[in-house]
């Protein structure tokens, strides 16, 4: 079965510092995975897919197969980008179903 | 504007009543997915389609029936609301089966009393 984890609820960094939210993931074959944000009161959308290799608001997600992560990046946090965070798989598991990670929220500080 | 419409915004219900609610979609996916969001329990998925007449159980789906007549359409149905249902309700679609970029509402705010 395909499933990611994010190990921290929540993360808390002053603006201007660097952030990290960790997904770990574990799959049986070649994972697709993607990065889904949530500002406050609103509805999740796609930050970043694995395939495309883009920056989108400054984030990056690289994907490590020897370390199964996908950890989304950002060399400086603004505080714009407080909000909620989802890694999750783009592979049905067992079951067709499509499991996010439990989340990360992320607050910047000024 | 495409994309995926949920109904109502929000909603107060009484413990012990039927509800339902409806989400639509303009974008001719196939498959289509019911979240519920709880503080500290991120998403977990309620039920899911993967393409018109089939359905699927997902994490927690007690409580909780769907169907899917048309591709456009995925109704969450409550049967018997009970306070433990009190969430934000998701629903989501995506191109594929099982797969891909999903696309989200705006999510039902729903608190049984």
């Known amino acids: 079965a395909q499933r990611v984890t994010q190990p921290e609820k929540l993360l808390s960094v002053f603006k201007g510092a660097p952030v990290e939210l960790k997904c770990n993931y574990s799959?049986?074959?070649?994972?697709?995975l993607f990065w889904y944000v949530q500002y406050s009161r609103q509805r999740l959308q796609l930050l970043l897919r694995?395939?495309s290799r883009e920056s989108i608001k400054g984030f990056t997600a690289d994907l490590n197969k020897g370390e199964t992560s996908f950890h989304l990046k950002k060399p400086f946090a603004q505080e714009e980008d407080s909000a909620m965070y989802y890694c999750?798989?783009?592979?049905?598991?067992?079951?067709?179903?499509?499991?996010f990670g439990g989340g990360t929220r992320l607050m910047v500080k000024p | 504007i495409a994309g995926i419409t949920q109904a109502p915004t929000s909603q107060i219900l009484a413990a012990g009543r039927r509800m339902t609610l409806r989400c639509t979609q303009d974008?001719?996916?196939?498959?289509m997915y019911w979240y519920r969001q709880d503080l500290g329990l991120g998403l977990r998925l309620i039920h899911y389609?993967?393409?018109?007449?089939?359905?699927g159980k997902g994490e927690v789906p007690d409580g909780y029936s769907v169907s899917r007549a048309n591709t456009d359409d995925f109704p969450l149905t409550l049967a018997s609301a009970v306070p433990s249902q009190t969430s934000v309700y998701f629903c989501?679609?995506?191109?594929?089966?099982?797969?891909?970029?999903?696309?989200f509402g705006d999510g039902t705010r729903l608190s049984i009393l």
């Open positions: 694995h395939i």
């Open positions: 999750a798989p783009g592979i049905n598991n067992a079951g067709n179903m499509l499991t």
């Open positions: 799959y049986s074959g070649s994972p697709e």
């Open positions: 389609s993967n393409t018109a007449g089939t359905t």
């Open positions: 974008m001719r996916h196939n498959a």
């Open positions: 989501a679609s995506s191109l594929e089966e099982g797969r891909g970029a999903q696309h």
